[in-house]
Structures are given as structure tokens and as C-alpha cells.
Nanobody
Framework: QVQVVESGGGLVQPGGSLRLSCAAS????????MGWYRQAPGKQRELVAR???????NYADSVKGRFTIFRDNAKNTVYLQMNSLKPEDTAVYYC?????????WGQGTQVTVSS
């Protein structure tokens, strides 16, 4: 069974940092581009960053220069390093393939940026 499990969220003050982790089943990780998505209260889920199996990464304009996505193929894990966090980054963060696959949405991890 394919699984995607996110972790690393929490409460952080504005300007702080967090690193999110996503462990994915090897069956999807080995062949897929991966993405981090987020959904804030009352808003639609949006793509934050994507990373192909090989090649360049892409970011939403709102996080460029602050977030970094990277992957460890040996560990079947994709990470999202988030720096200079802002209150508007508050959301539930999910990882999935890119394009997203409906069956792979997990529970996500809550990120709250607040003083």
C-alpha cells in the first residue's frame, strides 16, 4: 500500500524556521516528481514547491527565496526547509506527487506562524 507521511510542523514565531519531512513509499518516490502543497483555513489547497526526480525545482511566488525543497532518494524522503516564516504561511502542509494523486493525500502537518 502506498503511503505518504508528513511530519515536522509546529508553532513558530514570525521570522522563524521549520523543516518538514515527507516519507513516501518507494514505489512512487522512485518514479515521481514530488510536491509540497498547503491549505490555509477557508482557502483552496495550493502548490508550494515541486521537485522532479532530477532537474530544477519550482516555487510559488509567495515562498521564493524563503523555502527550499530537496529530496533524499536513498531515504525516499522529500523535505521542505522553510525560513523567514510569515503569519500567512500558516496552513496544513501536505506532500504528494506532482501532479497530485488523489489517493496519496495524507493527514498533512500543521504549521502555525504566530507571535
Amino acid at each position: 500500500q502506498v503511503q505518504v507521511v508528513e511530519s515536522g510542523g509546529g508553532l513558530v514565531q514570525p521570522g522563524g524556521s521549520l523543516r518538514l519531512s515527507c516519507a513516501a513509499s518507494g514505489s512512487i518516490f522512485s518514479i515521481s516528481a514530488m510536491g509540497w502543497y498547503r491549505q490555509a483555513p477557508g482557502k483552496q489547497r495550493e502548490l508550494v514547491a515541486r521537485i522532479p526526480r532530477g532537474g530544477s525545482t519550482n516555487y510559488a511566488d509567495s515562498v521564493k527565496g524563503r523555502f527550499t525543497i530537496f529530496r533524499d532518494n536513498a531515504k525516499n524522503t522529500v523535505y521542505l526547509q522553510m525560513n523567514s516564516l510569515k503569519p500567512e504561511d500558516t496552513a496544513v502542509y501536505y506532500c504528494n506527487t506532482h501532479p497530485a494523486t488523489g489517493a496519496y493525500w495524507g493527514q498533512g502537518t500543521q504549521v502555525t506562524v504566530s507571535s
